[in-house]
């Protein structure tokens, strides 16, 4: 007879798909705080989930999560059905599986875009600078942006650092990309450009993590939306669903004020 307690720990059935990012049971703290409270979350591979919820829900931290950007201090994360490791080389080779754009760019400032696109290809995948260079142009043509190749970032507006960054994020060719509000820096006019090449990720079959305030956005390009209060999510579901009938008074109360005008 089997020992229940010898199980593999991988509960996964054979045969049956394993989720591309799986948390169980995430709790995160910072001091005495609880910025995270018993989070499990599966996104399945080619899944566009947005995340929504009030300001200091914990949305940014579920995203800096993913990638343990955040040390947890309980649960598990894995990543196409292999545990995060909490530190070392298997947790490098994991996280690079993980591309993320943040709100504020974060490009190298004294570099060129063409740089800030080669160098973690060349220094963290080997790749040689030649064909990091193609692949580079290649993303940058994706993005519309070719043509910037040379400029350093402060030449550009932030609809184009933001292009650039996304850019950046996939020629480490992630398996999973995981943007936090990647237009609420932006100027009103330029939020179009950004959202549009997401959108174009979403058709190709990228598996993504959106945090967003673009409701319309959420509603038209999400499979799903992850509503978080309190650093729980209280509602999951198909976006049709959560805009028309909110489960919940909190997920109520947040779209009547973010709706409203
Ligand atoms: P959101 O992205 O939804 O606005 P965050 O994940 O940034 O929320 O933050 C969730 C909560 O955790 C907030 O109350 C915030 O003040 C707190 N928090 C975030 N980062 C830190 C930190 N480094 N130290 C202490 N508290 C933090
Ligand atoms: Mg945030």
């Given at each position: 007879m089997s020992d229940p307690d010898s199980a593999p720990a991988d509960p996964t059935p054979p045969g049956a798909v394993v989720p591309l990012v799986r948390l169980s049971h995430v709790s995160k703290y910072y001091g005495a705080f609880r910025a995270l409270d018993d989070v499990s979350m599966d996104i399945r591979r080619g899944?566009?989930?947005?995340?929504?919820g009030a300001s200091g829900s914990g949305k940014s931290t579920l995203c800096r999560t993913v990638n343990r950007l955040e040390t947890i201090q309980s649960g598990t994360i894995e990543i196409?059905?292999?545990?995060?490791?909490?530190?070392?080389?298997e947790l490098a080779r994991l996280r690079a599986d993980v591309g993320m754009v943040f709100q504020s760019f974060n490009l190298f400032p004294h570099r060129t875009v063409l740089d800030n696109i080669t160098l973690a290809p060349i220094r963290v995948r080997g790749i040689d600078r030649a064909e990091a260079e193609v692949t580079a142009h290649r993303l940058l043509e994706r993005v519309g942006l070719d043509d910037q190749a040379a400029k350093r970032p402060a030449q550009l507006s932030g609809g184009q650092a933001q292009r650039v960054a996304i850019a950046r994020a996939l020629a480490m060719d992630p398996k999973v990309m995981l943007f936090d509000e990647p237009?609420?820096?932006?100027?009103?006019?330029?939020?179009?450009e950004v959202l549009d090449v997401v959108k174009g990720l979403a058709a190709d079959g990228m598996t993504m993590l959106v945090v967003t305030h673009?409701?319309?956005?959420?509603?038209?390009?999400?499979?799903?939306v992850v509503f978080m209060d309190a650093g729980r999510i209280v509602e999951s579901g198909a976006p049709a669903d959560f805009f028309s009938a909110p489960a919940t008074e909190r997920a109520r109360d947040f779209l009547a004020k973010v709706l409203s005008h």
């Open positions: 899944e566009v989930v947005a995340v929504v196409d059905g292999e545990r995060l490791p909490e530190e070392g080389r237009t609420s820096a932006l100027d009103p006019e330029m939020i179009n673009e409701m319309g956005f959420a509603r038209s390009v999400a499979d799903r």
